[in-house]
């Protein structure tokens, strides 16, 4: 069953995802989800994602760009870019760099992104 991503062509978060699944060489379908219409809080999209934001689905659902970026990443580690590093150091430093990717620096640059590009904020 082929991979389908559920978001936004603007979602960053989404786009993080399409960038690891073209790095591993996995095709995908793309369904958008229109934000600007509200259709990621109708109950029908609920029932797959309960807050209401963009998700994979290869009947598997999946949900947060990090969780799915690093499922891909394994899933397909024998294909397309390395992604995630099998020695225990290189793989704690990535770890590290993750972390602080995610709490240190995306808190702000996310904000950033919303004033600056889409002007939501
Ligand atoms: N913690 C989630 C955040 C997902 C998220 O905020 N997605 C945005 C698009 S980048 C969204 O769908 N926003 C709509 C909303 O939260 O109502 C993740 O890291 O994937």
């Known amino acids: 069953m082929v991979l389908t991503l559920y978001g936004h062509p603007r979602s960053t978060c989404a786009q993080r995802v399409a960038v690891t699944l073209h790095e591993k060489g996995v095709p995908f379908k793309f369904v958008l989800v229109d934000l600007v219409k509200g ?47 099998k020695d225990l150091k290189a793989k704690a430093l990535f770890e590290q760099a993750a972390s602080i990717e995610a709490f240190n620096y995306d808190p702000y640059a996310s904000h950033a992104v919303f004033n600056k590009i889409f002007e939501l904020e």
């Open 39 to 85: 259709e990621h809080k109708h109950s029908s999209y609920l029932e797959e994602q309960p807050f209401g934001q963009f998700h994979t689905s290869n009947g598997f659902i999946l949900y947060e760009r990090r969780a799915i970026a690093h499922y891909l990443a394994e899933k397909y580690a024998d294909q397309g870019t390395p992604l995630i590093p």
